[in-house]
Nanobody
Framework: QVHLEESGGGLVQAGGSLRLSCAAS????????MAWYRQAPGKQRELVAT???????NYADSVKGRFAISVANAKNTVNLQMNSLKPEDTAFYYC???????????????WGQGTQVTVSS
């Protein structure tokens, strides 16, 4: 089984910074990509940032230039550095990973339980 565990959420004032982390553990034959999603009250879940372990990154227009996604050397952890935070960044943030558990299975998505980020004005 595969587990994703997020950390780093909290309360911060506008203009401040937070760093989210997500560690993948368990049966991992190949970890292809990781991503961060977020969902604010009354809104649909949206993709924030993605990274392949080949190094390709993509960002939502709303966070481009402010957020940075990266992976650890062990390649089982993804970080999201969030700078210049705005109240509209307030949401529940979820870690997502595309993982092939073993050679007999195809890659599939796994999700963490999420962490709350609240930005006050």
């Amino acid at each position: 089984q595969v587990h994703l565990e997020e950390s780093g959420g909290g309360l911060v004032q506008a203009g401040g910074s937070l760093r989210l982390s997500c560690a993948a553990s368990g049966s991992i034959f190949r970890l292809n990509a990781m991503a961060w999603y977020r969902q604010a009250p009354g809104k649909q879940r949206e993709l924030v940032a993605t990274i392949t372990f080949g190094g390709t990154t993509n960002y939502a227009d709303s966070v481009k230039g402010r957020f940075a996604i990266s992976v650890a050397n062990a390649k089982n952890t993804v970080n999201l550095q969030m700078n210049s935070l705005k109240p509209e960044d307030t949401a529940f943030y979820y870690c997502n990973a595309l993982i092939r558990p073993n050679v007999a299975l195809s890659p599939r998505d796994y999700w963490g339980q999420g962490t709350q980020v609240t930005v006050s004005s």
